[in-house]
């Protein structure tokens, strides 16, 4: 079921229709969530309104450097909120969105969305990517009641924001070659509608990337509907399957693996663009094997056990381990005939995989994208290790329970 945001506006006038909004809504009470970042840029003019026209207001705002959607963070929102009931605001980018949207879900309070950086598509979602006991997990929550965006303060964002936003959005282009796989191989729920929706949504930002990297208003805008859009898809499927697939994967393992270390957080999208063009790459793999080495292929490969599946998930991810195991259930023990029926549709079907991948722009080609709008391309860009990227390749799958490429891959023993 989907419950998209009553009202959406994108323009220069955001602090006034959240006002209007809530006056007209009757919402007297308010509670803002911001930190120092979004408060300069766009928090304080919104509690001057409201609290202007006499609305009762609080707010938290956040001082550390690394805001975290964990236990710690939402804890201090629900003492911060109070025990009354409020109508939650988002004031930020996307975790301090996810922190919002998860509290005031928990609280039976609605939200409303402020976004200040067009970096990522979950604005309008329902689910909340939270960090529990150092997994990185999708709460499924609330969409926000409606969303104000003021275009002046989106184009203002940092730079590697704008980037990074547009690197979520050319991870649909492996997300939904890989929703097709894991519908064509592994017979997951799909919609051809929703897909097509989203990589029209993702052609808008190739189309302008140029635009978009300089931080016109123009491109900005086109930037931020095409990731409500994907948010859209995400609502009407009722999960984040049509925009995040393997290259997400990958994105949580470095995410999870920072966070362990004590290490920087990298913004999501930037991890998430890096990791496209790497999944691109398995895709360029694929489109050059025949028929006939996939036959060999599989005839040579054999399916790992489940102890030997285990016992590489407790090397990744150490005292993890349990949490993960539970979660890559379907692909630990699949029986024979799954694994049978796997091999001969993957040859059956070797045209339509190919006709998919054939979808997916060269790995090169998403690099050169990613340049354009100035965002990194590769690991090293990124800040991380070049065994960084190995460790994604081989261990990111494991995080969820979705077929996609690199389980492909992994079938042909590649
Ligand atoms: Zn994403």
Redesign the pocket.
């Given at each position: 079921m989907s419950y998209r945001p009553q009202v959406v506006t994108i323009d220069d006038r955001a602090v006034e229709h959240l006002t209007e909004f809530c006056r007209a809504q009757g919402l007297q009470k308010l509670f803002m969530v911001a930190d120092t970042h979004t408060f300069a840029a766009q928090g304080r003019a919104v509690q001057e309104a409201l609290v202007a026209a006499g609305f009762d207001f609080k707010s938290i705002v956040f001082t550390d450097e690394e805001v975290i959607a964990d236990a710690a963070h939402l804890f201090d929102v629900l003492v911060a909120a109070g025990g009354e009931a409020r109508t939650y605001l988002a004031v930020g980018s996307g975790t301090l969105t996810d922190i919002t949207r998860f509290a005031s879900h928990r609280t039976h309070s609605q939200f409303i969305a402020v976004p200040t950086a067009p970096s990522?598509?979950?604005f309008a979602s329902i689910g909340a990517p939270l960090i529990v006991h150092g997994v990185k997990i999708t709460v499924i929550c609330q969409a926000p009641l409606a969303l104000f965006a003021d275009l002046r303060t989106l184009a203002q964002a940092p730079q590697k924001m704008i980037a990074a936003g547009f690197a979520?959005m050319l991870?649909k282009l492996t997300s939904i070659a890989d929703w097709r796989i894991g519908h064509l191989l592994w017979n997951e729920p799909y919609d051809e509608s929703i897909a097509l929706r989203t990589l029209a949504a993702v052609q808008i930002c190739v189309d302008n990337a140029d635009a978009i990297g300089q931080g016109s208003p123009a491109g900005i805008r086109r930037l931020l509907d095409a990731l409500l859009e994907s948010g859209y898809c995400m609502l009407d499927f009722g999960s984040s399957r049509p925009?995040?697939g393997a290259e997400?994967h990958y994105s949580h393992y470095w995410e999870m693996k920072l966070l362990r270390e004590g290490r920087p957080a990298i913004l999501?999208?930037a991890k998430?663009g890096v990791a496209t063009v790497l999944v691109a790459g398995l895709y360029d793999r694929i489109r050059q094997l025949s028929r006939q080495q996939v036959s060999d292929l599989l005839e040579a490969a054999t399916w790992p056990s489940r102890a030997e599946e285990e016992a590489l998930i407790r090397e990744a991810y150490g005292e993890l381990a349990g949490d993960i195991v539970a979660e890559h259930k379907a692909f630990l023990d699949p029986t024979a005939a799954q694994v049978e029926t796997l091999r001969r549709t993957i040859l059956e079907r070797w045209e339509e995989i190919q006709a998919i991948a054939a979808q997916v722009p060269a790995a090169q080609e998403v690099a050169e994208l990613l340049v354009r709008v100035g965002g990194p391309a590769t690991v090293a860009e990124l800040g991380l290790e070049e065994s960084e990227r190995d460790l994604a390749v081989a261990n990111g799958h494991y995080l969820r329970d979705r077929f996609t490429v690199r389980k492909l891959v992994r079938a042909l023993g590649l």
């Open positions: 990522v598509d979950g979520d991870g925009a995040s997400h999501h999208g998430v």
